[in-house]
């Protein structure tokens, strides 16, 4: 089932401008409910947290719905669901708690698949506490990081495992399942960087084991910030700084200072936005969700095995998105041509897909590609077949100049 995605289109602004956006795991463009709920709360009464005054009700109304929402988004307890600046503040902040309880000879494992936000956190939390960094490698050729290759690291030692939901850089989804019953059965703890994979599928069905996930709502519809949900039970062993008469309850204890409550009311209506896209209207908003994101899967499938279709049919293209299970993420580069000059080429036409590594440096360097990274084509829910076609013209004119 799949909805319709002119109909969608029309709910934001900034595809008025007609320019075709490739450009979504960098961030999506924002639709009008969700710029409507951040105008919203600043419009209304709002204070400190409270339950006395309008303003303290209406901030406090506005976290809980933030954390419901969240909570449906991400499969967890609404009490266990942190704000953040961002994932990478939320994964720096909690390497360090995790890395107090670390000693000498401990082991962290890290992936070359993922983005550098979820690797050189656990990377120097281990230095300062003397612990043994391991490395996952994926397959270059095809693009995998299978659960064996995790699972081939893991020891008694071994205290954490930081893994991509799926790679912001070629797409590559791994066997989460699989190598969180793989990390458990050694005893360790497994972190999920969802940060891509939020955007194009169900953190619900497929982050199941994970100890710890991070996302961005920016990468969904949202306002910029991150979001950490982990068991409330787990997350109370866990300490960090915090002035001396902020709460100490669980997940206060890890927000510093005042929330941004227009922010969350922003989240709260792009989880909503998502949920609006489900064919099926059965069931409450966990369900819907889950029926919007297969609808999403379904329509950018298809736009990708066109959009492949197309570009793979050009003289010097390589693709290096070659995994059998990824999101609608494609890196190319070109013979004898800059993919920085395609971006640019590409951006005269009013079409934006962006070139580098993406912050996924250890990726872009396994695939040979350096720290340059090559012209990364990614799909997001609002894309359509012209949108494609444009982006396919477009690259062939370059290829021809």
Known sequence: MMYDVSALR???????????HFDGPGGTQTPAPVIEAIAGALAAPLSIRG??????????????????AMADLMGADPDGVVFGRSATQLTYDLSRALAAGWTAGD???VSRLDHDANIRPWIQAAERAGAVVRWADFDPATGELSPEAIGALLSPRTR?????????????????????????????????????????????????????VVCSPYKFFGPHHG???ADPALLATLRSDKLAPSSDAVPERFELGTLPYETLAGTTAAVNFIADLAPDRQGGRRELLRSAYAAIETHETALRETAESGLYALDGVTAYSRAADRTPTLLLTFRDRRAADAYHF?????VHAPAGSFYALEASRHLGLGDT??????????????DVERLVAGLAQFLKT
């Open 107 to 109: 082991e962290v494992i």
């Open 373 to 386: 990274g090559g012209l990364r084509v990614g799909l997001s829910p609002y894309n359509d077949l012209e």
């Open 346 to 350: 590409l951006g005269t036409l009013g």
């Open 160 to 212: 954490l495992v930081a893994v991509t939901g799926a790679s912001n850089l070629i797409g590559t989804r791994p066997d989460l399942p699989a190598i969180a019953s793989l990390v458990h059965e050694a005893g360790a703890l497994l972190h999920v960087d969802a940060v891509h994979l939020a955007a194009h599928a169900s953190m619900d069905a497929r982050c199941r084991g994970a100890d710890f």
């Open 227 to 229: 979001v950490l949900a």
């Open 10 to 20: 029309a709910r934001f602004p900034a595809l008025g401008s007609g320019i075709a």
């Open 51 to 68: 339950a006395v005054a309008p303003g303290e009700i209406n901030a406090e109304r506005i976290v809980g719905d933030f954390r419901c």
